[in-house]
Nanobody, 115 residues
Framework: QVQLVESGGGLVQPGGSLRLSCAASGSIFSRYATGWYRQAPGKQRELVAGISNGGTPNYADSVKGRFAISRDNALNTVYLQMNSLKPEDTAVYYC?????????WGQGTQVTVSL
């Protein structure tokens, strides 16, 4: 059983920054690809950024150049640094890992970008 706990969300003004964290209950991120997803009201959940077990990142076009995914294997934590935030980035953000063929999701953290 894997537990993922996200944190770091909040209310920020347009142009601001936030860093989200996803902490795992075990040492899995170095062995399995991990992704940050988001879901806005009335919309489908979408992949925002992913990082392979080898550390290669990939990003949705909408966040390229603004968001950065990274991880700290010693802390069993994956991060999402979000800069130049826009109102359209408002959503609940989730981290996900496919561990041994099973998808695990965190509980989500709310990000609101507004004046």
């Amino acid at each position: 059983q894997v537990q993922l706990v996200e944190s770091g969300g909040g209310l920020v003004q347009p142009g601001g920054s936030l860093r989200l964290s996803c902490a795992a209950s075990g040492s899995i991120f170095s062995r399995y690809a991990t992704g940050w997803y988001r879901q806005a009201p009335g919309k489908q959940r979408e992949l925002v950024a992913g990082i392979s077990n080898g550390g290669t990142p990939n990003y949705a076009d909408s966040v390229k150049g603004r968001f950065a995914i990274s991880r700290d294997n010693a802390l069993n934590t994956v991060y999402l640094q979000m800069n130049s935030l826009k109102p359209e980035d408002t959503a609940v953000y989730y981290c996900r890992v496919n561990y041994a063929g099973t998808d695990y999701w965190g509980q989500g953290t709310q990000v609101t970008v507004s004046l």
